[in-house]
């Protein structure tokens, strides 16, 4: 063994971090063991919200950076979205601070929606966080989504009618783009694990107002779940059931890939043709997880566009008389055999007011 290789070992010993807690032991060990494959030594980035799982998420990260010596960013957005915002950030800032924790406020100065509020809020979020880790540049994110959640996000894509990239729902880790990777360390945990933790160190957390107003799909999603539970909902089959539809939605993945490289090539980041060879000879799956990507790659956003809208793309797509489309910020348009995509270019309207 390496010299290098022992002085590190022997670093690990050193500052081994050991709780009184068995459950919170066992919960550190779940997260060491998920985030030590990918990040290791290196720097990384946490978003905090002020939740029991996001305090959880920054108790654990500071743990886990007197053991291994990385540097830690604690971000927590404020994205005005609420009046309380602002001041709701400072007091997980606060609650940080309390026990030595550093964190970083991240304030969002464009139009604030009117609409459509969790989506635009969670895009304003990975807004925020993108581009403050490519700044100093930081290769990982990590978040504090956990089984609860995976779960929730199921029955939200199975009521919209997702495929099977939806239901399979979120991953351990996964690619924002090509210079930010997301892991999210607590999937195999529940909320009730994390909220454990967090009020046995902070003593406290910060309930969103927002998890109470029924509006909201996922929160009548919670609703639903807690009256499916009385007639015997397993949840546990429940995430056997996501994980089985990750493990075939990564098999589809790898037949996607060879698509890709087979009928598509990228003129540049925010261009790509596409060689209608595709409908031909690849399976209707492939073909939508393939104009998926690339509307995705081209557009420069993490979400693609819903399910049902790129497979109305590709039917009209199949037809002689298509010509010209846009969809997920991408122009699509047929060129001799070929389908083109390549990034919608937004007009900005002049701040000068013209004579009269």
Known sequence: MKRKNLIAIKKVKKNSINFKDSKTQLFYDNFKSTIIKDIK?????????????????????????????????????????????????LKVKKILKSKKISSKILKWDGKIPKSNIQKNARDIRYSLLSNYCFKKKIKYLVTAHHSDDQIENFFIRLLRGSGLTGLSSMSLKTKYNNRLKIVRPFLKLNKANLKHVTLSYFKTYINDPSNKDEKFLRIRIRKYRKDMEKEGLDTKKILKTVENLDSANQAINFYKNKALYKHTSFVSKNKCIINRQVFLEEAGEIVFKLFSDILSLVSGTYYPPRSKKIADLIGRLKKSKFTKSTLGGCIVEEKDNFILVSKELKIKKPSYQPRK
């Not at 939740?51 to 971000?75: Q, V």
């Open 41 to 89: 030594y290196k720097s990384f980035a946490i978003a905090v919200s002020g939740g029991a799982d996001s305090l959880c998420l920054a108790y654990f990260s500071k743990k886990y950076a007197i053991e291994f010596g990385n540097k830690i960013h604690i971000l927590i957005v404020d994205h005005k979205l609420r009046k309380e915002s602002a001041r709701e950030a």
